[in-house]
């Protein structure tokens, strides 16, 4: 079966006989309707009646029942309302007939063929609808991939970056280790003295209870930095990952003299983001503001700034006393590869861009005069993150 009689059959009969059946009965109501008007002396209105018969039985039944209904017409015209007129008008009358008949088989055709065409476009459209599915859920797909290897280069990234702080961390955490151990001992020597000193040994108990907590609490740190797991998006007080990426961090600046001097705003608004990605992004901007003094003679100063200026971005700036950007390249350094270190990989930065991206900001660099470098990073405070 064609489309054409596919789309015929949604607006018509599909069965033949009851689409000729339409033609009989339009007729004969045209008819009863004449007949009725008889009484108003209207002998011409089973004209008008019998044209509209044909028109329905073209539109519903189709071209063939469409003639049928006019030759009937014609008959019944004839024979029942004009039998006595002369055949000249006998023919003008059925050439009436004929004239419409042709008319609406146009019409009818047009009609089948605009259903054709909108049937196909139909399909055409469900078809398209169909691939553009399967297009975009082919590129939910890729894009999830890609949202899994960012996952783990930036997981590598850490793992990478924690193992060059290797030397700073074990001498961060082995300090209150080493505490605590004198502190055990201390409380050890005053309870087996003659005459123990309880005040003195509990005095050194609570000391050695904060040492331990705080190298549990540093561990506790490192250990996030290696964690894997999905994006989890919370509200994040910045200053607070700033504070304990000082604590990290503070051992590898006193190793090469660096002063760490901060000024956080004390109403800075949470912001919605990944605790563990933000965290990496402001290790990596402190340890290659660090690297970029090791070497540097005079005074060498790390200087961290947040502000949140009428509260809609929350800005953080990361400056040192440095070497400073390389000559004409400041946005070059964010480029996957770049890198002006010896051993560099030239991923930290840029991964660190997609971080801060990832989260609505962004992150750009710039001179520190009179040397040095500054690197700052705007992200949208909460409410801004939920709208």
Known sequence: MGKADKAKRMTRPAASAARYGLALLSVAAAAG???????????????????????????????????????????VRSYMFDPEINSISRVLYDLVFLVFALLMTGVTRARDDLEVRVAERTTELTRANEDLKLEIAERNRAEEALRQSQGDLARISRVTTMGELAASLAHEVNQPIAAA??????????????????GEAREAASRMVRDVSRATEIISRIRSFFKKGALQREPVDVNEVIRGMIELLRSEAARYSIAMRTDLSENLPRIMGDRVQLQQVLMNLMINSIEAMKDMNGPRQLSIKTQSPEGAQLLVSVSDTGVGLPPQ??????????????????????????????????????????????FHLSLPSRADSHE
């Not at 007949?35 to 073209?58: D, E, G, Q, V």
């Not at 151990?181 to 309880?198: F, G, I, K, M, S």
């Open 329 to 374: 390249a400041a946005d070059q350094i964010f480029n996957p590869f770049f890198t002006t270190k010896g051993n560099g990989t030239g991923m930290g930065l840029r991964i660190s861009r997609s971080i801060v991206e990832s989260h609505g900001g962004r992150l750009w660099a710039a001179d520190n005069p009179p040397r040095g470098a500054s």
């Open 181 to 198: 151990v004198t502190d055990a001992n201390t409380c050890l020597r005053w309870l087996t003295r003659e005459e123990p000193d309880l």
């Open 33 to 75: 309707l004449a007949r009725a008007f008889l009484y108003f002396h209207l002998p011409l209105a089973f004209n008008a009646f019998a044209l509209s018969a044909i028109a329905i039985t073209f539109w519903y039944g189709g071209t063939k029942p469409g003639i049928v209904a006019a030759v009937l017409s014609a008959l």
